[in-house]
């Protein structure tokens, strides 16, 4: 089981994290606004994190840290 955390002030609401995550827990907070204006990622399952960390690799601002 993994924990998966997020820098969501970093979060520019790409997407690629949401789209690599191979369990589908990951989605866009639509609720919620980040100082930058947008919309910052949320794990809505963390239960079923796996801690692949293919969310974190795919991140280009490095927004994403999961431990094992």
């Given at each position: 089981m993994g924990?998966?955390?997020f820098k969501e002030e970093l979060c520019k609401s790409c997407g690629l994290?949401?789209?690599?995550c191979p369990v589908k827990?990951?989605?866009l907070d639509k609720e919620r606004i980040n100082a930058k204006g947008y919309h910052p990622v949320a794990c809505v399952a963390p239960e079923k994190c796996t801690g692949c960390a293919s969310c974190a690799r795919m991140c280009p601002d490095?927004?994403?840290?999961?431990?094992?």
């Amino acid at each position: 089981m993994g924990k998966v955390t997020f820098k969501e002030e970093l979060c520019k609401s790409c997407g690629l994290c949401v789209n690599a995550c191979p369990v589908k827990i990951l989605a866009l907070d639509k609720e919620r606004i980040n100082a930058k204006g947008y919309h910052p990622v949320a794990c809505v399952a963390p239960e079923k994190c796996t801690g692949c960390a293919s969310c974190a690799r795919m991140c280009p601002d490095v927004v994403i840290t999961v431990e094992r």
